[in-house]
């Protein structure tokens, strides 16, 4: 690092040290994830007109395009970032490349959506090129960590190899306009490729990352993802207010939104995974990638969130049933990711897993309430409830079994894991 902090001169790319006290997210890492904000946002409203209009194949097509390209593109930032950020003038620019392709990328979803409902081809050129700049970037900066890394060398030029060869795939498939089902082959082995890169990469020798500025990196994201539930929610309450006034419907929207981000919040929360993950450096894949369909489906609650204010607005067409799916599936998802990673990161505890099971059957019975006529802002109270009865749960019960666990890990660490 330069010898003067406040002169970001060109500073050598050695790795970083992964045992590094009080290490934070830098202020460039947290702007750079203000722009996945606007990803999030134009995502999932798209999302959730789609599945008012009942386009709900489309909906959920585009949707997991975008998510993968979204969260991927983030997650390998994050993690060349923990492991090489020297935030020197070089790295701040590279950087910055990086944002435009985020926004490029947002800008280009909105189309793709478009396209899928029509069916005619599949309009992905804006946003495959916007991930492709994002890629680009990040392969430069594993050649310039190869060059002043000597001791990753080999793992730094296989992540720029296989990426940038990923990339001739992406280039293809935003030329090439084909239809749904033809783009389908196409990214399907592209989207492999990529999420099998790191294994490739670092076969043989690991990069430096830091656990606890990794976990922390991705709570911050998994805080902005439910930024988008909040905004679900004034969403609803608004539609609601807007056709009826204040009402009994409009306190339990407001409330019912509001402490469904809260408790999606609570949960995930509830795992220490700094100190986990650190415990447990050899399965930072799996705590990695298990992240995908969270992230995910907390931005597609807030997506759900905006399919019930259609409901409420008159503006959808599905039923009251479909459109409390569009909300409690994704929580069903959120619930279970989480309680596997919670498994896979400190083993498995019988309550946890049975408290998330009879999560799972309240959403499903909020779906069934309402296609028996409950009205959809009950049935949202009802998903929360279940989702607030599996925090007393978890805290009265699961709570020591989970502090016990650690204990037993650390106790087990007798000497750091090898990178």
């Known amino acids: 690092m330069s010898s003067n902090p406040l002169r970001h001169a060109m500073a050598?790319?050695?790795?970083?040290?992964?045992?590094?006290?009080?290490?934070?997210?830098?202020?460039?890492?947290?702007?750079?994830?203000?722009?996945?904000?606007?990803?999030?946002?134009?995502?999932?409203?798209?999302?959730?007109?789609?599945?008012?209009?009942?386009?709900v194949l489309a909906g959920l097509l585009g949707f997991s395009f975008a998510m993968f390209a979204v969260i991927w593109a983030w997650i390998n930032f994050t993690w060349f970032a923990s492991a090489y950020d020297t935030d020197d003038w070089i790295f701040r620019v590279v950087t910055m490349i990086q944002i435009v392709g985020v926004l490029v990328l947002a800008m280009g979803i909105e189309p793709m959506f478009h396209s899928l409902v029509e069916g005619d081809h599949v309009d992905n050129a804006v946003m495959v090129g916007g991930?492709?700049?994002?890629?680009?970037?990040?392969?430069?900066?594993?050649?310039?960590?190869?060059?002043?890394?000597p001791a990753r060398r080999e793992t730094c030029l296989r992540y720029a190899r296989y990426l940038a060869l990923v990339q001739l795939g992406w280039i293809a498939v935003a030329v090439i306009e084909a239809d749904v089902p033809t783009t389908l082959l196409m990214i399907?082995?592209?989207?492999?490729?990529?999420?099998?890169?790191?294994?490739?990469?670092?076969?043989?020798?690991r990069t430096p990352w830091h656990a606890h500025h990794i976990a922390e990196r991705y709570g911050l994201l998994a805080i902005i993802a439910l930024g988008e539930c909040l905004i679900g929610a004034i969403e609803t309450l608004r539609a609601i207010v807007a056709n009826h006034g204040w009402s009994v419907d409009a306190a339990l929207v407001g409330f019912g939104g509001t402490a469904l981000a809260f408790a999606m919040w609570w949960i995930y929360f509830m795992l220490p995974a700094g100190r986990a993950l650190h415990l447990r450096r050899h399965r930072s894949f799996l705590f990695g990638y298990g992240h995908i369909p969270i992230f995910a489906a907390i931005a597609a609650t807030?997506?759900?969130?905006?399919?019930?204010?259609?409901?409420?607005?008159?503006?959808?067409?599905?039923?009251?049933?479909?459109?409390?799916?569009?909300?409690?599936?994704?929580v069903a998802l959120f619930k279970g990711s989480v309680t596997w990673l919670y498994s896979i990161m400190v083993g498995g505890d019988r309550t946890v897993i049975t408290v998330a099971g009879g999560v799972l059957a309240a959403m499903a019975a909020s779906v069934g309430l309402a296609a028996a006529g409950t009205s959809v802002p009950v049935c949202l109270l009802v998903i929360v409830l279940a989702l607030g009865?599996?925090?007393?749960?978890?805290?009265?019960?699961?709570?020591?079994?989970?502090?016990?666990?650690?204990?037993?890990?650390?106790?087990?660490?007798?000497?750091?894991?090898?990178?």
Do not use: C
């Open 302 to 330: 807030g997506a759900g969130l905006h399919v019930a204010a259609y409901y409420i607005d008159h503006e959808a067409h599905i039923s009251a049933a479909a459109a409390v799916a569009s909300i409690a599936i994704p």
């Open 131 to 149: 991930y492709v700049v994002m890629r680009l970037a990040l392969v430069s900066q594993w050649i310039r960590a190869a060059r002043q890394d």
């Open 389 to 419: 009865a599996s925090i007393v749960i978890d805290e009265r019960r699961a709570s020591s079994r989970l502090h016990l666990a650690l204990q037993k890990l650390e106790a087990g660490a007798t000497a750091p894991r090898a990178m």
């Open 188 to 205: 399907a082995p592209l989207i492999i490729l990529e999420m099998v890169t790191p294994f490739a990469a670092e076969r043989k020798t």
């Open 12 to 55: 050598r790319m050695g790795g970083r040290d992964p045992h590094e006290a009080h290490r934070a997210a830098t202020p460039l890492e947290l702007f750079f994830d203000l722009t996945f904000v606007i990803a999030f946002g134009v995502a999932g409203s798209q999302f959730a007109h789609e599945i008012a209009e009942a386009h």
